[in-house]
């Protein structure tokens, strides 16, 4: 098979680094190019503005016409991600199209040409993005095939622009499995062999296995650089005629020399037996990618560019999208982006920045990524982590795995030493860095979706930086302008003082459309039900802060703000209580309100509040007056304030109710099936599938067909 013999070429999770940049090359040749993916990204969105059509829903139906119609035509490509219950998968594959997998297709593509392949477990990306980017700089014709983004490139795909003789690839070489099997190089680099995986190995010697076959692989006369901290079993099966560099910060072979570190900056010499490179500058900082930059440069040296272009190529790099990032460097704060997931590289990754901030005190926040990596190399993370002054844990990103009794954040918490550790949703990282900033190096690390934390942490301390820096401001302005209105003030308050107030002048916030407070119960407030007279006093004699207090004391009462102005009024400002949700009890006297804060409100006789009813809670805890503001009942909380929030299911859901597990059960105004939602966890993520139901579903079969609805489970709705 030859790619050009395909016509229309289709991804199943065409979001996915490593798919992305074949859907680019593809796109780039001219061809059609469509794609699924389970959930939309900034990738997947780069891609639609490059011209490629994307869905995010596993529906036949959105399978491209041109696709249905040119079976033989079609070549499709799919993602060891996809599941095996996945319907577009199903129907291509009962319908006979060619399917292969992502690593067939770059074997496919790298057949016939020079081919410089990039393998280990970690490492195996930043040290390709270097060779592409010293090959490309120097001006040396080549295509490449990433797995992350090059800040250089702003891609993971690099394109020869020469048809002619023999092509470059510069190629990252998976061994997830065994996909790198497919690749033969002329160059190969091997990074390091640590146990990964285990979940498609077994165990480490088959993962050894592998990576001998791989290495048998490369063609005959060809390079093999090998990290001295791989496993040297891996060359039980090499050619004879493959040359072997062993590589390594010192005592290799190939070696960095002494090291000095200038701000960010790693500078270094690259070291032979017949060979030396001085004064390598290398501005993505971390030892690990000093051994990166080694076997690039060497690479680049293969491919005869020159030690000043090298040098020069070299300190243009700016490095890969989360690999060790610089998202905020500032004299207030450092916050680094890193992909690190396993073990080894979070080792590489503390022990750079501790050689970066040897004084800073450092926070890290960490999302496990994947339930068998966690509980294989459990013991392994705990103490990476432990050397670090604080960590915030996530909940393990679960990728293509189902969950594992016992394997959890929690887990691995319990193993970290040190007192300061937590776990933490991501909605509480971000709440928590709002409320106070304790920490001068902050660090965001995982292969999951906590990439999604960046963009939002990277405002926060922005807006923290200027509002320090408005303060400074502010108060050198202020401490000016304190002296010149001291004495103007002085004078005016005495004349203020002596003035009687003309009217009382009230205003109640009523966004919400709660009313339950009048103007009329104000001023009887103020003034104990006319008892005291406030309009034709003087003002001296008026107590604004007693005033305030008084009206604050009303049970649906959030804020009070009473001032005068120098027209002689007083202003009253008023922000109501907002419930957004009502307990029914068996006696409908004890039922009361829960807020957006959590606090108990009675009930008014005034006002009724239109919000949804929890007509039953088994839960234990959910039966204590302040379970809504405690850790447990927040996530519940943030469900009604959901609920509240959004127009459509505020009108749809009749009653909410709590089950002595915990689980939430909610009843609709229209129909009779009950909704199992579950835990009140990926909230939006199960009101999406339920919107699904009722567009869909319903219109289709009817409002009353199903007596239940369960939303509890990833990627399904179970209907009964």
């Not at 960010?264 to 032979?272: A, E, G, R, V, W």
């Not at 009230?506 to 407070?517: A, G, H, Q």
Request: contains cysteine; charged residues 25%; neutral net charge.
């Amino acid at each position: 098979m030859r790619p050009e013999a395909y016509k229309y070429i289709y991804f199943l999770g065409i979001g996915g680094i490593g798919m992305s940049a074949i859907a680019r090359y593809f796109n780039a040749k001219g061809l059609p190019v469509w794609g699924y993916d389970k959930t939309p990204t900034p990738l997947t969105q780069a891609l639609i503005e490059e011209g490629i059509q994307i869905h995010y829903e596993d529906d036949v139906n959105l399978i491209p016409e041109e696709v249905k119609q040119n079976r033989e035509q079609t070549l499709v490509v799919l993602t060891p991600a996809i599941p095996a219950e996945h319907q577009q998968w199903a129907y291509l594959k009962e319908n006979n199209y060619t399917i292969k997998k992502r690593s067939e297709v770059l074997g496919i593509i790298t057949a016939n040409a020079y081919t410089i392949a990039v393998a280990g477990t970690h490492g195996k990306t930043t040290t390709s993005s270097m060779i592409a980017h010293l090959l490309h700089h120097a001006g040396v014709d080549c295509s490449a095939f990433l797995g992350g983004i090059s800040v250089n490139l702003n891609s993971n795909l690099l394109l020869s622009k020469n048809n002619e003789g023999r092509e470059i690839v510069v190629v990252e070489a998976d061994e997830y499995d065994r996909s790198f099997l497919r690749l033969y190089p002329d160059v190969a680099i091997v990074t390091s062999t640590d146990a990964d995986h285990l979940d498609i190995y077994g165990d480490k010697d088959a993962l050894i296995e592998s990576f001998q076959h791989f290495i048998s692989q490369v063609k005959p006369g060809g390079t093999l650089l090998l990290n001295t901290k791989a496993d040297t079993r891996i060359l039980n099966k090499i050619e004879d005629s493959v040359k072997v560099i062993r590589y390594g910060l010192e005592q290799a072979e190939l070696n960095a020399g002494p090291i000095t570190i200038a701000g960010h900056h790693f500078k270094f010499n690259l070291t032979t037996s017949t060979n030396i490179i001085p004064g390598l500058d290398l501005p993505v900082p971390g030892y690990h990618n000093v051994e990166n930059a080694l076997a690039a440069c060497y690479v680049a040296q293969i491919m005869r560019v020159p030690p000043h272009q090298i040098r020069a190529g070299l300190a243009a790099y700016r490095g890969v999208k989360r690999r060790f990032e610089f998202v905020v460097d500032s004299e207030d704060y450092i916050y680094i982006d890193d992909y690190a997931h396993h073990p080894t590289e979070i080792d590489a990754f503390v022990k750079s920045l501790k050689a970066l901030f040897p004084e800073k005190k450092i926070k890290l926040i960490f999302q496990p990524h994947l339930f068998t990596r966690t509980r294989d190399f459990a013991d392994e993370f705990a103490e990476s982590l432990s050397q670090v002054d604080e960590v915030e844990l996530l909940e393990i990103y679960p990728a293509r795995e189902k969950p594992i009794s016992g394997v959890n954040a929690q887990m691995l918490l319990n193993r970290i030493s040190g007192p300061n550790k937590s776990i933490l949703s991501k909605e509480e990282v971000l709440r928590k860095l709002e409320q106070s900033i304790d920490f001068e190096v902050l660090a965001t690390v995982g292969a999951g979706d906590i990439d999604t934390l960046v963009t939002p942490i990277k405002n926060i301390l922005k807006n923290k930086k200027m509002f320090r820096k408005r303060k400074i401001i502010s108060i050198i302005f202020a401490s000016c302008c304190i002296l010149i209105l001291a004495g103007l003030g002085v004078f005016v308050a005495q004349k203020q003082a002596q003035k009687a107030v003309r009217k009382v002048s009230v205003t109640i916030d009523n966004e919400y459309n709660n009313y339950f407070i009048s103007d009329r119960e104000v001023k009887n407030i103020l003034t104990n039900d006319g008892e005291k007279k406030i309009e034709g006093s003087k003002i001296s004699d008026v107590d604004l802060k007693s005033l305030e207090l008084r009206i604050k004391s009303h049970k649906f009462v959030r804020e009070a703000q009473v001032y005068r102005d120098l027209a002689g009024n007083l202003n009253i400002k008023i922000k109501q209580n907002r419930p957004i949700a009502r307990i029914v009890h068996d006696n409908s006297e004890e039922d009361v309100y829960i807020d957006d804060e959590g606090n108990i409100l009675p009930l008014s006789e005034r006002f009724t509040a239109r919000v949804i009813p929890i007509t039953r809670s088994l839960f234990r805890p959910a039966q204590n007056k302040s379970f809504y503001q405690d850790s447990l009942g927040q996530a519940y909380l943030d469900l009604l304030k959901f609920v509240e929030k959004d127009a459509f299911w505020k009108a749809q859901l009749a009653e909410m109710q709590i089950d002595a597990k915990g689980k939430v059960i909610f009843m609709p105004q229209v129909g009779t099936q009950a909704i199992e939602f579950g835990k009140p966890e990926e909230v939006e993520q199960k009101f999406k599938k339920l919107l699904v139901f009722y567009k869909k579903v319903l219109p289709a079969m009817g409002w009353d067909r199903y007596k239940r609805v369960n939303l509890e489970f990833s990627d399904q709705i179970i209907c009964e």
